[in-house]
């Protein structure tokens, strides 16, 4: 059987060089396709974060508009400015008398205490 083989490349040793180197090119190939740095899993993952990023991109294009939305309220008069002041920052003006009203505790609640 081996005298066969040794006898056949001895014949034809072109083609059983030119068929080896292949199949090593064709095996390296493979084992990149499944295993190297860009194989088919990291493949996965790759879309995978990208399907993350695009997430969060479009969440923070939300918020910009909202932030260009409130932008807009703000810059479109005094009283606008002036009422976000007051709500935001408690803003009083000089003359103005400010007031809380506190909401009446229940009944229930007293007798607990």
């Known amino acids: 059987m081996i005298k066969k083989v040794i006898l056949i490349l001895k014949l034809q040793p072109i083609f059983f060089t030119s068929f080896i180197i292949l199949s090593f090119i064709i095996g390296l190939t493979q084992y990149q396709f499944w295993f190297g740095d860009f194989s088919r899993s990291d493949l996965q993952i790759l879309k995978e974060d990208i399907a993350l990023v695009e997430s969060e991109t479009n969440l923070i294009k939300e918020q910009n508009q909202e932030l260009l939305k409130e ?9 606008a400015l002036e009422g976000a002041a007051r709500i935001e920052l408690g803003m009083i003006k000089q003359g103005e008398k400010f ?3 506190k909401e009446e505790a229940s009944v ?6």
């Open 71 to 79: 932008k807009q309220k703000l810059s479109s008069g005094k009283e």
């Open 99 to 101: 007031y809380v009203f």
């Open 108 to 113: 229930d609640s007293l007798k607990e205490n």
